[in-house]
Structure formats: C-alpha cells, structure tokens
C-alpha cells in the first residue's frame, strides 16, 4: 500500500520561504518518481516540480523556476519543495504525488499520478 504524509505547510510574508516534506512508503525506491502539485480556489491543479528519485533528475514547472527546489533525502524516503521568494499567487492547497515507473522521461509534472498525500495548505499573504 503506498502512502504519502505531507507536512510543513503555513502561512508566510510575501518574499519568505517555507519548506513542504513528504514521505513515501510502498514504492520501490528505483521506480519511484515523486512530484508536488498545487490547486488554487477555483484554479485547476498546477504541477510544480518533479524528481525521479534513482537518478535525482528535476523538473519544474516554468511559473516556479529559479525560486522552488525539489530535493531528497534518500535514507528518509522523503522529498522536499523549498520555496523562496514566495508570492501571494503561490497561495494554494499543495499535494505530494508519486509515480511507480522504470523511465526517467515519463517522471515529469504533466504524468498521471496515481498516488497522492493530504495535501498541505500554504498561504502568502501581507
């Protein structure tokens, strides 16, 4: 059974950071493509950065590059969204997601995931 606990959500300056952790368990760690995603009230879900955790490839969607980093730590099989420079327009409900695949191609924010956490809100506001 996969399972996937999120945590580290809150509520932030504009320009401040906070860091999102999710772990994962159930998924054979050379398969394991994991991603973060993010809905909005009244948006469709946004993916915002995905890493396929046997060779640490990354990639993020264009709205976070520069200021988001995914990571993980392979001991705690937990990824990491660090998010800097936040704006208001990151305001969303964040989710961690996870994909059973054996190509690292396919691990980018645009696959269907199968697999989700929670969710964790984050808010940035004045």
């Known amino acids: 059974q996969v399972r996937l606990v999120e945590s580290g959500g809150g509520s932030v300056l504009p320009g401040g950071s906070l860091r999102l952790s999710c772990t994962a368990s159930?998924?054979?760690?050379?398969?394991?493509?994991m991603g973060w995603f993010r809905q909005a009230p009244g948006k469709e879900r946004e993916g915002v950065a995905t890493i396929f955790m046997r060779d640490g490839n990354t990639n993020y969607s264009d709205s976070v590059k520069g200021r988001f980093t995914i990571s993980q730590d392979n001991a705690k099989n937990t990824i990491y969204l660090q998010m800097n420079s936040l704006k208001p327009e990151d305001t969303a409900v964040y989710y961690c997601a996870a994909l059973s695949t054996s190509a690292p191609f396919r691990c980018g924010v645009d696959a269907d995931f199968p697999y989700w956490g929670q969710g964790t809100q984050v808010t940035v506001s004045s």
């Open positions: 159930g998924l054979t760690y050379s398969r394991r493509c």
